[in-house]
């Protein structure tokens, strides 16, 4: 079998996805994401996440130590869902 091919990288037109198309290839896609995440030091419940050259906070309400600055970690999950 054929090896992958990178979903990320298959096609030239701004905004145009494979995954659109009515017939994907045959030997499948692949992608992949490296992500990182902190605790912002001098914090109790700030967080730091690292993703490409995109960068993001979380935070949890006042009843549970944090400062509700940012969207809490389950808002972002709930998020990802719905994109």
């Known amino acids: 079998m054929e ?8 096609s030239e037109v701004p905004g145009e996805r494979v ?3 009515p017939e994907l290839p045959q030997q499948g896609l ?3 994401a490296t992500v990182h995440t902190e605790v912002v030091e001098g ?8 993703a490409d ?5 979380c935070d949890e309400g006042a009843r549970i130590g944090g ?7 389950m808002a972002y999950m709930a ?4 994109f």
């Open 53 to 57: 050259d995109f960068e993001i906070f």
């Open 79 to 82: 998020m990802g869902v719905g």
């Open 30 to 32: 692949y992608t992949d």
């Open 67 to 73: 400062e509700a600055r940012y969207p809490t970690p």
């Open 43 to 50: 914090s109790v419940q700030l967080k730091r996440g690292l």
């Open 3 to 10: 090896t992958p091919i990178d979903g990320r990288s298959t």
């Open 19 to 21: 995954i659109d198309k």
